[in-house]
Structure formats: C-alpha cells, structure tokens
C-alpha cells in the first residue's frame, strides 16, 4: 500500500470511527434524576422511550375503538423497542416504517426505570 492509498483508507476509517462516536453519543443522552419514591422508584433512575404498537389497529373501525374504550391502555400493545432520548428521530423512523409494513398505529411512550 502507498502513501496515497493509506491516506485514503484513513480518512475512511477515520470518518466511521466518527460516525460510531456520535452514535455512541446519542444513545447515552439520556436523563438520569432521583427518585423520591411514590410513583417514582427512590434511587437512580433514567427516563426511556418505548414504541409501541397497536395490534388490530389496522382495521377500518380501530378509531371509533380507541375513543370509546374505558381503559385504552388494557388494549393489545407489542413493543416494537426501546430508546434513549438521543434516540428519538430513530424511534419514530422505526415506527414509520412499522405502520408502513403492518398498518398498525405506534405511539412512543415516555417512562422511566429504576437503575
């Protein structure tokens, strides 16, 4: 390998190295506070993204379904995955392309887990 072909190959390497640390970035945005107990856990904990589906909401009528269950969050639901708050543009692509494939709604719910 000459000189020439060892720069280019380490402006590659050098460019996807980058690429992996602001990705590595990302993921670790995330929120981190204190518990104070109650409905939240006393201790460490960080907030997260889940995406979910709902199962059935492709049909024509799932709408009228939604609005007029008592307990909406009793309805089928499937996890589709789980992000840090960096991770927000890549939550809803995924949804997108989930309802998109299946037809079914995705919602991203914001929680927390106790670390």
């Not at 993921?27 to 518990?35: A, E, L, N, P, T």
């Amino acid at each position: 390998m000459n000189a020439l072909e060892n720069d280019k190959y380490m402006d590659k390497h050098d460019k996807a190295q980058q690429k992996i640390l602001e990705a590595d970035e990302r993921k670790q945005d995330i929120h981190h506070y204190d518990g104070v107990g109650c409905t939240i856990p006393a201790g460490r904990s960080a907030v997260i993204y889940v995406l979910k589906a709902y199962v059935g909401s492709d049909h024509p009528n799932w709408d009228e379904i939604f609005q007029t269950c008592e307990e909406p969050w009793n309805l089928e639901q499937v996890v589709l995955g789980i992000y840090s708050r960096g991770e927000q543009k890549e939550a809803t692509a995924h949804g997108e392309r989930h309802t998109e494939r299946t037809g079914e709604t995705y919602g991203i719910m914001e929680t927390f887990i106790s670390l």
